[in-house]
């Protein structure tokens, strides 16, 4: 078996076909005729140009006009007078054509493979796909005809350019296998838009295997066999019918709203731990942000973040959600992270010592950088302040007094935020659970953290594999808490949701719509899971079943009642 | 010549789409077209020098026109690049 990235989902199963790089190596030399020559390379760019328009005008009828954009970008970079031009004018000079050629793109890769961003490093690639294009048009070159290959192909090859994915057939190409390239690689984009599986950086794979073997590519999990026994084979047309039943089943849920069977409307959000998720987010179908950690800005820093800094952050993820709300969590951490210029001491029990909202309010200076940060944030999109780990009523007044301090100070220097700015409270400590009642009249909305929830109810360390099996959200006791959080919240008329991973448990789903939760939060490739498993149960259905299942004193048993009524 | 100060809108920057816009539309005055930007400048009309110029979102640039049309030149390209480039 072989490993690699695993750029885009599914199963292929196939006969390979190789695509092979040819020699490009010419003879620099002087040219005698530069008339001649120039002809002969405008001809060879025409050619080119020719080409890859039509190719861009197939991307764009079976991909889509995005990405029918990177080759149209081909022929605008060849026909530029920086390209094209300063190939003539060394071809006037008397240097045959390809020298002209490969001298100015190998300057402009150069340039851009030197450049700071990604997307602009990404360019140098284009340029030597049109370099080796145009080359190959100069020397006379004929590649394999990838829209000819037979249906059930899987191409191998060093690096898949734009030029040679826009030749592919969906229906006949089963998977791709290269050699290099990662997950924001033209290829692995485009492989995901023709939803071709694609395992790509498989060192040395072009050279280990012939054309006609039969590969087995797992695009999902990233591995590659070829040539595989029975057995494997078996298991993996399996594996491929799975794949594509539930993709049908689940794409049927794309951009539907969350509703259960009887028609009432919930909210699907996702957990994320950077503002750039904030996309996956998004691509995902996912309706907002249920949480945002936001310790990415604190753990890979030196010192603490600015204002600055996590305002770009936070505005990142708002404009990416576009008005949809964004949950924001303070900074949730203690003595378990080594981050030095906190200063936070080793402690006996991190877990139940100074931490998140603790070490915030004890730090208040620091902490107002953050508040403000969000505040200020909140005029470009619906944010909404979580503050976790809180045990007492007084921890969220003192949290609210803070943040009205803030607005104050906003308004007075005439800088613009949301004055509706909603400020919530994470659910999960006992504590928090027990004065449910108390904490609803004084937070704008809860949201449930089932993780720390079960571990501080259990009195169990989840890390601790001897007392593993205490750990569950299942637990009598953890429902009953998760049950009075919600009815609490309710009561009140505050929203309600969860951001442990509980919310997208097909198990958990039917008890949180009987309790009445309004709000889950999942990790965004969960988003259709959860959505089809709402759509199954009606308020009435998961209310017998709640029923049932809050009368049961053990979680073993309250495990098994839940798979048997699983839908 | 003229001139005017523009900060760079769009998110992404002067990536592949709007650079290709910009030069094309460029490309249909007759004035040069240049930005100085980074104390570098870079010809307007050639897609290839403007993504290279690496101008980023926030990126201060100074538009210079000159030439015949410089002032209708000025006046459109700057609406363009203040539009966000089509983004």
């Known amino acids: 078996m072989y490993k690699g990235i695993a750029a885009s989902r599914g199963i292929g199963i196939g006969s390979i076909c190789r695509l092979i790089e040819h020699d490009l190596s010419f003879e620099a030399k002087l040219v005698e005729d530069p008339v001649a020559e120039k002809k002969r390379f405008q001809e060879a760019i025409d050619s080119f140009v020719k080409d890859t328009n039509a190719m861009a005008d197939d991307i764009r ?104 994915t826009s030749q592919i057939v969906k229906e006949n190409v089963a998977g791709i296998i290269t050699e290099v390239g990662g997950n924001t690689s033209h290829s ?27 590969a087995v590519i797992d695009g999902t999990e990233g591995d590659v066999f070829i040539n595989p026994d029975g057995t494997v084979l078996s298991k993996y047309l399996i594996k491929r019918e799975e794949f594509l039943a539930q993709k049908a089943e ?14 009432k409307e919930l909210e699907l959000f996702c957990n994320i731990g950077t503002p750039r998720d904030a996309k996956k987010a998004m691509e995902c179908d996912g309706e907002g942000i249920g949480l945002f950690r936001t310790e990415f800005l604190f753990m890979d820093n030196a010192s603490y973040p600015t204002e600055e800094e996590q305002f770009e952050a936070y505005k990142e993820a708002l404009e990416t959600m576009q008005q949809r709300t964004v949950i924001i969590r303070t900074l949730d951490i203690g003595g378990d992270k080594e981050i030095p210029y906190l200063g936070l001491k080793k402690e006996e029990n991190p877990f139940l010592g100074y931490r998140a909202v603790r070490y915030c309010l004890d730090n208040v200076e620091e902490y107002k ?46 800088i613009a935020f949301d004055e509706g700015i909603e400020v919530g409270c994470m659910m999960e400590t006992a504590s928090a659970s027990l004065i449910a009642d108390l904490l609803a009249k004084e937070a704008d909305f809860f949201s449930i953290g089932t993780n720390d929830l079960t571990q501080y109810t259990m009195a169990v360390d989840r890390g601790n594999a001897d007392v593993a099996n205490l750990y569950s959200a299942f ?3 953890v429902l009953r808490s998760i049950k009075n959080i919600i009815e609490c919240a309710n009561r009140e008329g505050i929203p309600v949701g969860m951001c442990g991973e509980a919310a997208a448990d097909p198990l958990m789903i039917p008890l949180l719509i009987s309790f009445g939760l309004d709000e889950y939060s999942v990790n965004p490739v969960l988003v259709l899971t959860a959505r089809s498993i709402i759509s199954k149960w009606t308020k009435a259905e998961a209310d017998e079943l709640a029923a049932k299942i809050m009368a049961m004193d053990s979680k073993d048993e309250i495990i098994s009642a839940l798979k048997a009524a699983a839908k | ?43 307007c009309k050639s897609v290839m020098f403007l993504m290279a110029a690496g101008l980023k979102c926030g990126s201060e640039i100074e538009l210079v026109c000159d030439g015949p049309d410089e002032e209708k030149a000025l006046a459109e390209i700057s609406a363009f690049i203040e539009s966000g480039m089509g983004d």
């Not at chain 1, 794409?251 to 009887?262: I, Q, R, S």
């Not at chain 2, 249909?28 to 930005?35: A, Q, T």
Request: glycine share 6%; net charge neutral; hydrophobic share 45%.
């Open chain 1, 250 to 263: 689940l794409e049927k849920f794309a951009g539907k709203p969350t509703v259960t069977a009887d028609g």
């Open chain 2, 1 to 43: 010549m003229v001139s005017k100060n523009i900060t760079i809108k769009n998110e992404q920057g002067m990536h592949m789409r709007p650079a290709s816009l910009l030069s094309q539309m460029a490309a249909g005055f007759e004035s040069s077209v240049n930005i100085k930007a980074n104390g570098n400048t870079c010809d």
């Open chain 1, 475 to 477: 637990q009598p006791s």
């Open chain 1, 369 to 414: 950088i953050q508040l403000r940060a969000i505040i200020r944030a909140s005029a470009f999109g619906k944010a909404k302040i979580m503050v976790p780990l809180v045990t007492t009523v007084d921890e969220l007044r003192s949290v609210k007094k803070l943040v009205e301090e803030i607005k104050e100070d906003l308004r007075s220097e005439g």
């Open chain 1, 61 to 164: 009828k079976n991909i889509g006009p995005k990405e029918a954009e990177i080759l149209l970008g081909h022929a605008v970079m060849m026909s530029d007078p920086a390209m094209s031009g300063e190939m003539f004018k060394m071809i006037e000079g008397g240097q045959c054509a390809e020298s002209a050629l490969t001298a100015v793109c190998d300057m402009f890769i150069g340039m851009f493979s030197n450049m700071e961003d990604e997307m602009m490093r990404q360019r140098a690639s284009d340029i030597e796909d049109v370099k080796v294009s145009v080359l190959k048009k100069l020397l006379n070159i004929k590649d394999v005809n990838i829209r000819k290959v037979a249906p059930g192909t899987v191409l191998v090859c060093k690096d898949l350019t734009p030029s040679m």
């Open chain 1, 188 to 214: 692995a984009i485009l492989a995901r838009a023709l939803e071709i599986p694609a395992v790509l950086s498989v060192p040395g794979i072009v050279d280990a295997v012939k054309d006609k073997d039969t």
